[in-house]
């Protein structure tokens, strides 16, 4: 595929040309079919709007048993995605061949009661590897192609009754190494790695003092070793971002950077001058922010606001980014009122971005991921948050 980086150049949001390359990332359509839990949508409506249940959350119009996507991969030519279902959270999984036609797979929850959630997944030399948790403990799956999964354990450096959980996960030539954190769901934690050869037996990191305060949201393989980052704060409220450097995923050096202070850091890449770019937001999100490193996460760059990557003063960000073959492409959303509008940008200087039209496609979603997926972009989410969560799919136009 090739992108016109002519088109990425204008900068602080200005329309596109009308080529189907300036298109490709700024235009989206909703893929056909994405399969819903046979549980996400009761016929009784009335029954379904509210819970009584102790402890279960309510909401109207909140139907028991929607579904998120979470992430999403490409194996052997075939997207794959991880997610869980709510209220009852539990971990799913969706394959598609096309991008506009999606499975629904159950991974199976390690115990009936126990909530689980997948929220990451890699495809690496061995196949396919997500993360997340299970009740109070991190999990990890493993799959050949999508179509069936397996739980494996993952030990812990804490107490047995602590909360833990992966939230992140990468394959490089070092192996895979997932990250996470320890702690109360909306109190302070405290970073956490697991290091494994093939997603099936894992070595958790010990704990030190680099980790405290944080919780490891990305993860990407670097010259000689890893590079971290992750959210300072609370489970209930992040504040500023850290980073950590790792010659072989055991021994870790914090990086904290007064650029990476300045918001919430959700994804990297590397980028194609062989910088590594970040992507997220400012703390109250009010504005998506990209930094940017040119010495392997050693430091870092804040790149200038700009009016594509505002919105008025309202909530704006950025969820993740992939590089394209002129520049980058990253997604998210923003929120006028109640609803979130999904946004994607393209750029092929890191320092301006080119923002998505208003499209149909576009209304009440919030883009989750995006890879590139033969010869165009995919991209997962959920449409209709905050009362419903129900998982959608998008295609960018085909390259030329």
Request: hydrophobic share 40%.
């Amino acid at each position: 595929m090739r992108l016109l980086a002519a088109s990425l150049v204008v900068g602080c949001g200005s329309a596109p040309d009308n080529s189907a390359a300036s298109l490709a990332g700024l235009e989206w359509r909703a893929a056909q079919d994405v399969a819903r839990p046979a549980d996400a949508f009761p016929s009784d409506f009335a029954a379904a709007t509210v819970s009584s249940e102790p402890g279960r959350p309510g909401h109207p119009s909140h139907f028991p048993g929607q579904s998120t996507i979470a992430d999403v991969t490409v194996r052997d030519g075939r997207l794959v995605a991880v997610g869980y279902v709510g209220w009852e959270w539990r971990p799913v999984a969706w394959t598609s061949l096309d991008g506009d036609r999606w499975t629904l797979v159950e991974m199976g929850r390690v115990a009936p009661t126990e909530p689980g959630f997948a929220v990451a997944v890699v495809s690496a030399p061995g196949g396919l590897v997500a993360v997340g948790r299970s009740a109070r403990r991190p999990i990890a799956w493993t799959a050949t192609d999508g179509s069936a999964w397996a739980s494996r354990d993952v030990p812990i450096v804490d107490a047995a009754d602590s909360w833990s959980r992966m939230t992140t996960v990468a394959s490089g030539p070092l192996g895979i190494l997932a990250g996470g954190s320890v702690g109360p769901e909306l109190l302070e934690r405290t970073a956490r790695f697991w290091r494994s050869t093939d997603g099936v037996t894992w070595t958790a990191v010990a704990d030190d003092r680099a980790f405290a305060g944080a919780e490891v949201s990305a993860i990407l393989p670097v010259d000689n070793g890893w590079l971290a980052v992750g959210r300072l704060g609370t489970g209930q409220r992040s504040t500023a971002s850290v980073a950590w450097r790792s010659p072989d995923g055991e021994r870790w050096t914090r990086v904290d950077d007064p650029a990476l202070t300045k918001g919430l850091v959700r994804s990297l890449v590397r980028a194609g001058d062989g910088s590594i770019v970040a992507v997220g937001s400012e703390a109250d999100e009010i504005g998506a922010y990209v930094w940017r490193s040119t010495d392997e996460g050693r430091s870092w760059v804040l790149e200038p606001e700009e009016a594509s990557r505002t919105h008025f003063g309202r909530k704006i960000r950025m969820t993740d980014v992939i590089a394209t073959p002129d520049g980058l492409l990253a997604v998210g959303n923003l929120v006028e009122v109640q609803f979130g509008t999904g946004v994607t940008w393209l750029s092929s200087d890191v320092v301006h971005w080119q923002k998505s039209p208003n499209q149909p496609a576009m209304g009440q979603v919030e883009p989750s991921a995006v890879v590139t997926f033969e010869d165009r972009y995919v991209m997962v989410g959920t449409f209709g948050a905050p009362d419903n969560y129900i998982p959608r799919a998008w295609l960018s136009p085909p390259g030329p």
